[in-house]
């Protein structure tokens, strides 16, 4: 039997991708990592067959015991902890090379933000796209001070000195989209985020000139890479299977997941008009904020709608067959909008204005 170690079972998208692995292979021996009894309450409720341990991402010795346990472990938490990282390589690397250990961790093209927030060139769009094939040294070459680096090295670097006994990938995803299907959080982060603030200021907003482009991907669709790298880890597949093929796993096991991409300021703009369309704000306008505004409006506000992330998943197609297929990002700002009118209470004709933006 089949048996994972997870982390991050309550989160966006670990939650989503646990529901995907277990609907597709109940017959695998689940172990969740949960902070406390009512996180593992609502894990338990969904996966009524989930062993359950208690701690944290500082909980290290646990983290690398269970590791150890485990034949895949899956990393959705806090992509940057570098001691639950260091932990949980450490319990894989301790496998017997006849009986490698899969870790699956869980990065971000946060990554690709670093020459723009490096430059301040917030807002302004940007040519280069990133291949994860044609320019997987450029991706996984990237300076220490670049999102998610550190912690992409880390687990780069054990792929490469343990390479009998550890197989790594890294799973970036982009802009994620969509309601999830896990027992906590359903709710993603940078859409909602500015809806939240397009409904609480009383208009849209978009960094500088609103020119930025990020790549995509429905949350479903993420979840399907999840499920497609599980079944071939429990499968047992390595590098050596196949010859003349992209890398599956190991310093070339870097996995982005896009369905296409958008411009920030024509999601502003969709997402001020649906807000005024259901009657929550009086004008669809959209406001130019700087750059440090928009870090005021949500965390790292300049870098998430104001800088260039975009990259092309052509590893997961090519070598998994992996074929996104859920609704795109501009199908789901109503849904998105309707979320946070509710969150914030907010009824048509009365929506809450930010002080100084009546």
């Known amino acids: 039997m089949t048996k994972i170690f997870a982390t991050g079972a309550t989160g966006y998208i ?45 909980s290290v010795d646990l983290i690398e015991a269970e590791a150890k346990k485990a034949d895949i472990v899956l990393n959705f938490a806090s992509a940057d902890h570098e001691a639950a990282v260091k932990a949980m390589l450490k319990g894989v690397a301790a496998h017997d090379p006849t009986h490698p250990g899969f870790y699956i961790h869980t990065s971000g093209t946060g990554l690709l933000l670093h020459d723009d927030i490096s430059q301040k060139t917030y807002g302004e769009a940007s040519s280069r796209i990133y291949d994860d094939l044609a320019n997987i040294s450029a991706i996984t070459s990237f300076p220490d001070a670049a999102p998610h680096r550190v912690t992409d090295k880390l687990v780069l670097a054990s792929g490469s000195e343990h390479g009998d006994r550890v197989k790594v990938a ?66 047992g597949e390595s590098l050596a299977e196949w010859p003349g093929k992209p890398a599956l796993w190991g310093k070339e096991g870097y996995y982005f997941a896009e369905n296409g991409e958008h411009v920030w300021g024509d999601i502003s703009r969709l997402v001020a008009k ?24 949500t965390p790292f506000g300049q870098a998430i709608w104001g800088a260039n992330s975009r990259s092309r998943a052509k590893r997961a197609r090519e070598v998994l067959r992996w074929e996104p297929k859920g609704a795109s990002l501009e199908d789901e700002i109503k849904a998105s909008v309707e979320w946070e009118a509710r969150k914030l209470g907010v009824e048509p004709g009365h929506a809450k ?4 933006d009546a």
Do not use: M
Not at 22 to 47: F, M, W
Not at 274 to 297: C, H, M, W
Not at 353 to 356: E, S
């Open 274 to 297: 649906e807000a005024k369309k259901q009657g929550y704000i009086k004008t669809d306008e959209v406001k130019t904020v700087s750059s440090e505004e928009a870090s005021e409006l």
């Open 353 to 356: 204005v930010a002080a100084g």
């Open 14 to 58: 670990g939650g989503d991708a646990l529901f995907a692995i277990a609907q597709a292979h109940p017959e695998y021996d689940i172990t969740c990592l949960v902070r406390n009894s009512d996180k593992g309450a609502l894990v338990a409720k969904d996966y009524a067959s989930s062993k359950l341990v208690y701690g944290d991402l500082d």
């Open 170 to 235: 890294v799973v970036c995803p982009p802009t994620i989209y969509g309601t999830g299907r896990g027992p906590d959080n359903k709710r993603s982060h940078q859409v909602p985020e500015l809806a939240r603030v397009t409904l609480e200021k009383g208009h849209g907003v978009q960094v500088g000139k609103g020119e930025t482009l990020w790549s995509n991907v429905h949350v479903h669709d993420l979840s399907d890479l999840y499920v497609k790298l599980v079944e071939n880890a429990a499968a």
